[in-house]
């Protein structure tokens, strides 16, 4: 089992910026890959990066493409999302999750944290 917990959301102004962080226990990530995904106010949960396992490889969603970066410590256990130029669309409570498969599809991953809450004001 692995336990995920995210850290970092908070209440921002528009162009802001705010890095979000995503700890393990459990198991280490080392054999994962993770992923960032957000659920806006009454939208469905949607995909925002992941990092492979060995952090070689990152995908990024197209809203959030030069504005997020997603990156990871496996020595600390711990995956990062980086957020820049924040705008009031990205309000959201973000997830983080694990999966064993390299994929951006939310059906693949197995393990999720409970969630931190990202307010964007304009």
């Known amino acids: 089992q692995v336990q995920l917990v995210e850290s970092g959301g908070g209440l921002v102004q528009a162009g802001g910026s705010l890095r979000l962080s995503c700890a393990a226990s459990?198991?280490?990530?080392?054999?994962?890959?993770m992923g960032w995904f957000r659920q806006p106010p009454a939208k469905e949960r949607e995909f925002v990066a992941a990092?492979?396992?060995?952090?070689?490889?990152?995908r990024i969603a197209n809203s959030v493409k030069g504005r997020f970066t997603i990156s990871r410590d496996n020595a600390k256990n711990t995956v990062y999302l980086q957020m820049y130029s924040l705008k009031p669309e990205d309000t959201a409570v973000y997830y983080c999750a694990a999966s064993l498969v390299d994929t951006s599809k939310r059906s693949d991953y197995d393990y999720w944290g409970q969630g931190t809450q990202v307010t964007v004001s304009s």
């Open positions: 459990g198991r280490t990530l080392s054999s994962y890959t």
């Open positions: 990092i492979s396992s060995s952090g070689g490889t990152t």
